[in-house]
């Protein structure tokens, strides 16, 4: 631990904060404001989610994210909040659960939305692995990986004749003690027998990043497929300290949102990079019965990132 800390000092002192505004690669809305990317379309999207991970440190940083996210949900309200792990630092202990959550995001949790945890490396040491954070209401974990379906319906006048939900999410613990013999038989069962339009995954460790931790060759070969062949659209995750969007990579588009608070890593590129930034941000995604638009968002409400990613 001490390492970590000492690693996180030295890339305050390098400057990693200033490299936080710039930016690689192409983005679609390079820093659009949030109301001029409003004035783009007019359509209403089905559901809003937001998401966001590596956050639970109590900082300013953070603090900053979570007053964004606020003004966001203000002209455009969301009700679920993804957390893709490390929610509390520095060993994930519960107890410091009200000021590195509970007061930087009470006026959203005041507003009745949902946030669903997925457990980070952090939070597994001094928390009974993990154990005590599943227990704590407000995370809505019922298990160290479990899944959840959106309570809007794909409608008629949406063109989709159906019932089915419109979208499921999947929270994973992708920790190297997870019970992954049992998570993976879990997860293909429940991907098979999901009948939403749209199934997004979310975890904390990356399976590609170009970030300081890098990708990961275990968690591909384990995930991947699977993600392939039952058609997950996007997976998100944290991890790497900053933000990176991938090509779809057979037909997954992978995302690390790990700008939410926590000291910033400095990030590369890969041939399969479609945007990268190591910004403190969070991300919306804007979801209709065929497509689903993601944004990532900094701090000073600007639209940095955008992607359009369709059911075909």
């Known amino acids: 631990m001490k390492r970590r800390k000492f690693l996180w000092r030295s890339l305050n002192t390098l400057g990693i904060s200033a490299i936080a505004a710039s930016f690689y690669g192409v983005s679609r809305t390079s820093y659009l404001s949030t109301k001029a990317q409003a004035l783009e379309t007019t359509e209403t999207p089905t559901m809003r989610v937001a998401a966001i ?5 109590g900082s300013p940083d953070q603090y900053a994210v979570a007053r964004a ?25 519960i107890r410091l659960v009200h000021q590195v959550f509970e007061k930087p ?19 597994i040491i001094n928390s009974q692995n993990g154990q005590d954070q599943i227990n704590y209401p407000a995370f809505n974990m019922s298990d160290r990986y479990y899944s959840f379906r959106s309570t809007a319906k794909a409608s008629a006048s949406n063109q989709i004749a159906s019932n089915n939900p419109l979208v499921e999410f ?14 993976l038989q879990w997860l293909e069962q429940q991907l ?13 460790h990356p399976l590609y990043s170009s970030g300081m931790h890098g990708s990961n060759a275990h968690l591909i070969a384990m995930l991947q497929p699977l993600f ?26 992978y995302i ?57």
Not at 192 to 200: D, G, L, P, R, V
Not at 268 to 285: D, E, N, W, Y
């Open 105 to 123: 995001y009470a006026y959203l949790l005041d507003q009745g939305v949902k946030f669903y945890a997925a457990l980070g490396n952090h939070d």
């Open 192 to 204: 098979s027998m999901s009948e939403a339009q749209w199934k997004i995954v979310f975890g904390h």
């Open 256 to 312: 690390v949102n790990g700008g939410g608070g926590a000291p910033l890593y400095p990030f590369g590129k890969s041939a399969q990079t479609a945007f990268v930034s190591p910004q403190f941000s969070f991300m919306i995604l804007d979801i209709y019965p065929h497509k689903i638009v993601s944004k990532a968002i900094a701090v000073n409400g600007t639209v940095f990132d955008q992607s359009t990613i369709t059911s075909s």
């Open 53 to 57: 991970a590596d956050f639970g440190v």
């Open 69 to 93: 996210m606020n003004q966001y949900y203000q002209q455009y309200p969301f009700q679920t909040v993804l957390m893709a792990g490390d929610n509390i630092y520095p060993y994930g202990e």
């Open 228 to 253: 392939a062949k039952h058609q997950v659209k996007i997976y998100l995750c944290g991890h790497d300290h900053g933000y990176e969007r991938f090509v779809p990579i057979n037909g997954t588009t």
């Open 170 to 183: 999947f929270a994973l613990d992708t920790n190297s003690n997870a019970p992954w013999q049992e998570q």
